[in-house]
Nanobody, 125 residues
Framework: QVTLVESGGGSVPPGGSLRLACERSTSRTYQYYSISWFRQAPGKDRQGIAAITSSGQTFVADSVKGRFTISQDKATKTLYLQMNSLKPDDTAIYYC??????????????????WGQGTQVIVST
């Protein structure tokens, strides 16, 4: 069983920055895994924005490339998303997702079988 808890959301003006964190709790250690950030804006489908594997390979979607950075601290099992130059279109609930025993950079919901509850990000003047 894997539990994911996101934090770090909030309300910022356009151009601001936030750093999201996702703490992972599990009784097992996985040699291979995939962990990602998704977001869901009001009235829209959930979309994948960044992924990282157990080996440290990363992928960032074009929609946020150059502004968002995904990273992880394997010792603390914490996933991060550094978000800079935020825009109103970045307003959404941000979720982290985890898949054990698979090292994939695919940003498709079907890849992941554990999800956090989400953290709200609002970008507004």
């Amino acid at each position: 069983q894997v539990t994911l808890v996101e934090s770090g959301g909030g309300s910022v003006p356009p151009g601001g920055s936030l750093r999201l964190a996702c703490e992972r709790s599990t009784s097992r250690t996985y040699q291979y895994y995939s962990i990602s950030w998704f977001r869901q804006a009001p009235g829209k489908d959930r979309q994948g924005i960044a992924a990282i594997t157990s080996s440290g390979q990363t992928f960032v979607a074009d929609s946020v490339k150059g502004r968002f950075t995904i990273s992880q601290d394997k010792a603390t099992k914490t996933l991060y998303l550094q978000m800079n130059s935020l825009k109103p279109d970045d307003t959404a609930i941000y979720y982290c997702a985890f898949r054990e025993n698979v090292a994939s950079l695919l940003l498709e919901e079907s890849v992941y079988n554990y999800w956090g509850q989400g953290t709200q990000v609002i970008v507004s003047t």
